[in-house]
């Protein structure tokens, strides 16, 4: 059984705290380790498609680009560490990540083109903790994927309907465009990707 700490942890407290290949999933949200839930199965087929799409434009467009599997996202002079659901990897700028070699930590925006949390019962994380880091942190894109309609309203809408929410770093701030049903997304980071939002949505249906 894993102990979690139940003071408030730096960043580097955090990293070698860090159980290996355990069932459970943790965060550091400002110094506060968090329990992450369990995803669901749509939660994962989700990810699973856009890991296997967004590959296909990165080859296509040879770009020096990865998506690693398990990547930690610090806020730089923060005490916090994210584990995006999906991440595309700059590899041309991790020569400037110090933290990289040893730690898979990422702390630059540079090195992130893209990054995509998709929506859990945790939401406010993504829309609010999350969406003002990234973009203080410079991310040039953020995508907030909300198949389930969990997040709140004047995110998604009243009545709720699922949303992916494209957030584009212009000038230091996110401009936000939303898309839903047959919305075909608009990424500046992959403009030709051919992907709607309900391609997205229903990744899991058979």
């Known amino acids: 059984m894993i102990q979690a700490l139940t003071k408030l942890v730096n960043f580097q407290e955090f990293v070698e705290w860090l159980p290996e290949n355990a069932a459970v ?8 380790i968090v329990e992450m839930a369990q995803p669901v199965g749509e939660h994962e087929e989700v990810i699973s498609f856009l890991s296997i799409e967004i590959p296909v434009e990165i080859k296509r467009l040879g770009l020096p680009y990865g ?22 990897l700059n590899r041309a700028n991790l020569a400037n990540e110090t933290l990289w070699q040893k730690q898979s930590t990422l702390s630059l925006g540079a090195s992130i083109p893209l990054v995509i949390e998709v929506v859990s019962s945790n939401w406010r994380d993504d829309y609010y903790l999350k969406y003002a880091d990234y973009e203080e942190m ?8 909300d198949y389930a309609a969990l997040g709140g309203r004047n995110f998604i809408g009243n009545p709720k309907q699922p949303t992916i929410s494209v957030c584009s770093l212009v000038e230091g701030e996110y401009q936000i465009v939303k898309f839903r049903d047959n919305d075909r997304i608009v990424s500046l980071t992959f403009p030709d990707l051919n992907l709607t939002a309900n391609q997205i949505f229903q990744a899991g249906a058979v």
């Open 25 to 32: 999933r943790y965060e550091l949200h400002n110094g506060d």
């Open 138 to 145: 410079g991310i040039a894109e953020y995508w907030i994927v």
């Open 67 to 88: 998506i690693p599997r398990q990547v930690i996202v610090r806020p730089p002079e923060k005490d916090s560490g994210y584990f995006p659901d999906v991440l595309v």
